[in-house]
């Protein structure tokens, strides 16, 4: 039995849903989204609420009812408030420039990396750090995570890409060895 699943989905004011035959849409004041549901899957607006349907015997199907009513939320709360991540460029010489849809990060490699944002989402750059807004969630982490594949973080001087509460592990060097 899924306990995420299980949950009814509740709709805020100015969300309107739209539910036609395996195809969810929702819009709200940022903008709309849409997902298509699997085949064994079913959902059901009662009132102000959504509940996900589907047979509760099977594991398989139980884990996708799960997983549907996640993204099901994640598009209500995106399209409602917006999601937001934040990226922290650490290192000697490590620059951030956004100019429009594209960011050009110099991350120690010999030129610039440039990196083309997807269309719905944006990117703001003050101190060295990265802000992604969207209202897609699971674009906009998808994003972050190809940035931070630029120049990830390495252990022992902590110089790279990475989320602002992402911790780290140093490790001491060949110098701490010969003590």
């Given at each position: ?43 059901v607006e009662e009132g102000n609420v959504l509940l996900v349907k589907g047979d509760a015997s099977d594991t398989r199907i139980n884990a996708f009812r799960g997983m549907t009513r996640s993204l099901i939320n994640n598009m209500i709360v995106g ?101």
């Open positions: 039995m899924s306990r995420i699943g299980n949950k009814p989905i509740p709709i805020p004011n100015g969300v309107k849903i739209e539910l036609s035959g395996k195809a969810v849409r929702v819009t709200g004041a940022k903008g709309s989204l849409a997902h298509e549901l699997r085949p064994e899957i079913e959902v399209t409602q408030q917006g999601f937001k991540k934040v990226l922290l460029v650490e290192g000697v010489g490590y620059r951030v420039n956004v100019t429009g849809n594209k960011i050009s990060l110099s991350v120690g490699y010999s030129n610039t990396v440039d990196f083309v944002l997807p269309a719905s989402v944006t990117a703001t750059s003050a101190n060295n750090q990265i802000v992604l807004e969207s209202i897609d969630k699971d674009l906009l982490g998808q994003t972050a995570a190809r940035i931070r594949a630029i120049r990830k973080p390495e252990p022992y001087k902590g110089k790279g890409i990475r989320y602002e509460n992402e911790y780290v592990a140093r490790k001491a060097g060949k110098a701490a060895g010969k003590k």
